[in-house]
């Protein structure tokens, strides 16, 4: 049982800890400091809210208390270098009561920081989770499969360096722009897609990362109305996790091509192709990809898939070995599979190392009635594998495979 | 003559306190530099963790974190000092506690360097930043060893596309640039550092990498955008890499 102010307060949580956070740390320019004085106003609420019923305005009330747990901290620091941390803030002034209206948003400043191309990638994420979604070092640790201690000490380097290097607070100048706005969005994507994968089911105690990517770029969207590749990013999200339902079956990754299309989220579905139907050409690299996984969520069976389409969609994207490697599936489908296990054994040398580029290779093999290097095609997949569900499928291929079945 | 004395330090083995085996014996060897007219800029950095790297192949700037080169020991600081020659240098470096928990790279900066005008404090607001300017030096390196004969100092063009990208740079980065020179080659290079309490004498710079630092500058800037743009400007970041490493206040 929750009382109706715990469950107010984890409303607010999920609602406001990046605004709370990003509106402290542009007010009082320390990370640290701002995160601690967030959580504090977070666990007053608690008592408050119960006692005195929830405000109006929480995220009003909540900052009111920060501000003044802040100031209070600052008036006890002694050091020079404290000091100069009050560069925004006046220790000396009460902390006049906010509105709920004279709460800027400032989250963009913050995910554009914490995403800086400064730090590690490995930080952005960290650091991302932290500031804008509200997750505990322990919660963010178990989701990238890091030890607790391992994960503090990255978020205390990335907050480190922040401080040291002046990586500034604020949205990118217009030169930088572009830039930036794509480096947060890989953040994004990468967010997205480690949790993705992570939800083969390895581990039933993961928080869900990618879910948090997809609010976090729902979120971003709504900042960023004009980025039309933010929205595009939201579709693929969207439009991938529609298929997480019927993703793993019996602790075991189902591909594609057998999964039960019935489980499929209509819903999310739609609303990834309504994110696409406004958007004008050029596409972007993500609108391009958000396209080819609606071309596979539309097919109500695998035979109904547009292969014609997508082999299309994959030559507007940058030919990297891995575009490359995709595009072969469609040409596959299109063109038989000789012609496209030619472009796979062009792509030995690239992506000599990649499972899937021995798995698809398998796949071409078998098609074309050469099961014995089908089979070793196989066996270099089933080495190369990066988790237990992966090689569990493989060898499931492998075993049928020898079967004759 | 002026040289460069890199810090270069092992910064795993001691992270509490990377760049010197104590403060009272840094402070001491500061003091008497200073009074004996040699010491003319010197500065501790933040670790290289706090580093940041920046390339701009064909123009459009790469900024990534971390170093130029992911060596054991890395630059933890730097002292410009002037001594009459190499030895009187070396002897210099070999009194600096540096050499109790690393290696300092000695160095001759190319002819001509005026005094570094460093003012103090840094001002509000402010950061203050090592620009290490680096490039493949193995073909500088090789065509001077060809020609022995040729010893005179290389000049910045070894290094840049010329002294007039140089100098527009300069132009453009203002007030942000304090100071900055090319050094000599690193085969110039000398390292002291200490095994079983003995100084011991290298040649060479303290680590073999493929680019090596030709030269620095000191900036002062807003923030690290505002020092990632100058850095992205410098002629070398076309074909080398700039690192860009903030100052301990």
Redesign the interface.
Known sequence: MTTRAEDAVALSFEQSWGRLLAGLIGWCGDWDLAEECAQEAYAAAVVAWDRDGVPGAPLAWLSTVARNQARDRMRRRTTE?AKLDL?HADATDEVAALDAEDIPDERLRLIFTCC?????MP?RVALTLRTLCGLTPAEIARAFLVTEPTMEKRLV?AR??IK?????YRV??PE?WAERVEGVLGVLYLMFNEGYAASSGDSVLRVDVSAEAIRLTRSLADLLPGEEEVRALLALMVLTDARRPARVRDGRVVPLGEQDRTLWDGDAIAEGAALLASQDQPWGPYAVQARISLCHDVAARPEDTDWEAIGHLYTRLAPTPVTELNRAVAVSMTHGPAAALAMVEDLGDDLAGYYLHAATKADLEAKLGRVDDAAESLRVAIDLAPTGAERRLLRERLDALLSGS | MKYLMIHAVDQDATPNDPTCASPEALDAWVQEMLARGVLLDGARLHPVSDATTVRAPGGSPVVTDGPFAETKEQVAGYDVIDCPDLDSALAVAAAHPTTQVGSIEVRAFAEGMPDPLVPEPVPDGKLRYLMLVCADMRRAMAAASSAAEERSAPSREDVDDGPDEVDTWIADAGPRRLYGWALQRPDEAVTVRRVAGEVVTTDGPFAETKEQIAGYDLLECDDLDDALQVAAGHPVAGGGVIELRPLWR
């Open positions: 270098d560069a800086h191309p400064a730090l590690p930080a380097r480190a360096k040291h290097a002046g990586i500034p990118p100048a930088l």
